[in-house]
């Protein structure tokens, strides 16, 4: 088949949620498909600047690629949409003239069998698709990554619990009563519907009642992620805590400053050599904070997470907003690694406490896991080696694919 991929960054490298996620996907496919992708730079750089793509050669390798500045977006431009429009800001955070028009040259010029929309910040170009003259008209397949408004109502009970953060809970509440009415639309628009997990599959059909979604759950190159750390000029002390995310990202932000104010004082007062490392590109400002206490240590962007997970004595995922699947566990479970999650941090695995990790929620019980583990090398090793175990059965990119592929084998619609 030939298969137009849209996605809301280059996919490779794979440093984040929905790259990881698109280039899994992107990889696995290209072994039998004819693949392209369309995709957005990172702001302020030219496509004639990447034309070649410097270190993505595997991504070129795979597919055909074609790219546009990402537009720029800013505080005064979020807040003018606010006050006057209906849209929620997923709808409007890439919206680009340059990308829906060079959209529309390639597929007045070629035909493609699928055109899959890798999250829904690229849900805007869905009346494009819907115009193009070619026939047979492509099956579109729009791949929910996150539950948005799962998200943003989630962000939104967990800031109202702090009257210092009501003007978070605000801007979620109005994003997710919007996301829940755009949400709905851009999953009756597409053909077909993907979801990460059974819990985002019913959050959506609660959305649209009778709404046929197949859940393709989220994956791990379970070759690249082993327990054996690439080299690396890494190195970090015994007793390390690791967490490792985009750390602008709200669900991440949040996580970090709860597990440091709230659980790792505990940790301490028993293991008083504990120290978090917070790994992960663009710590947001109200991070910053934390740089002042000398048992966290906030890396901003690196080369390569592996040798950081690698490392740690016990991956922690604290995470209490969010919606989907976290990639993130995937990676630490993939490398033998002992974990302790939050019960959401965990969602949408078939994970059983005790078993593949340890899940916890208040916190004083996380710090206790979290110290039981510290104490018992043995303890971590068992559970390392299960988890692994699980990922390599169940959510290496291998078995992932075909299932995705069953999907774009499906009988075409009707045009809607």
């Known amino acids: 088949m030939k298969i137009l991929f849209l996605t809301p960054q280059v996919p490779y490298p794979p440093r984040q949620g929905a790259a990881l996620r698109n280039w899994g996907l992107i990889s696995g496919l290209a072994a039998r498909h004819e693949l392209a992708v369309l995709s957005f730079l990172s702001p302020g750089r030219s496509s004639e600047q990447d034309s070649h793509l410097q270190g993505a050669r595997p991504l070129q390798a795979a597919c055909r690629i074609k790219t546009v500045p990402a537009p720029m977006r800013t505080f005064r431009d979020r807040l003018h949409s606010l006050l006057t429009t209906r849209q929620p800001d997923m709808a409007l955070r890439l919206a680009s003239e340059a990308y829906a028009r060079r959209l529309a040259e390639w597929l007045a010029r070629e035909s493609f069998d699928v055109v899959h929309i890798g999250g829904i910040e690229m849900a805007p170009y869905l009346g494009i698709i819907g115009n193009t003259t070619a026939q047979p008209r492509p099956l579109v397949v729009f791949d929910n990554l996150n539950c948005e408004y799962l998200l943003q109502r ?71 992620y082993r327990a054996e750390s690439p080299s690396a000029e890494v190195q970090i002390p015994q007793n390390a805590l690791v967490f490792t995310g985009t750390m602008d990202f709200r669900p991440n932000v949040d996580a970090m400053l709860w597990f440091a104010r709230r659980v790792l004082p505990l940790v301490r007062a028993q293991v008083s050599q504990a120290r978090l490392f917070v790994v992960g590109q663009r710590p947001h400002r109200r991070l910053h904070k934390l740089r002042r206490d000398p048992a966290v240590v906030l890396t901003g962007w690196v080369e390569d997470v592996r040798p950081y997970i690698a490392q740690a004595s016990v991956y922690v995922a604290p995470l209490r907003i969010g919606g989907g699947t976290r990639l993130k566990l995937l990676e630490a479970m993939a490398m033998g690694k002992a974990v302790v999650a939050t019960r959401l941090g965990a969602e949408g695995y078939p994970v059983r406490d005790g078993h593949e990790l340890v899940l916890a929620d208040a916190p004083g019980d996380f710090a206790a896991a979290v110290v039981e583990l510290l104490r018992a090398p043995e303890r971590q090793a068992e559970l390392g080696q299960v988890a692994r175990a699980f990922v390599e059965q169940w959510y290496d990119w291998r078995a992932i694919v075909p299932r995705v592929e069953a999907v774009y084998q499906m009988k075409q619609p009707p045009i809607k």
């Open 154 to 224: 989630r962000a939104f009970l967990t800031d109202l619990r702090a009257p210092a953060h009501w003007p978070g809970a605000l801007y979620s509440f109005v994003q997710w009563r919007r996301l829940r009415r755009y949400e709905a639309q851009v999953c009756r628009r597409a053909d077909k519907v993907l979801a990460v997990s059974e819990a985002d599959a019913v959050a959506l059909q609660d959305l649209v009642p009778g709404l046929d979604v197949t859940v393709v759950p989220n994956g791990v190159d379970t070759q690249a």
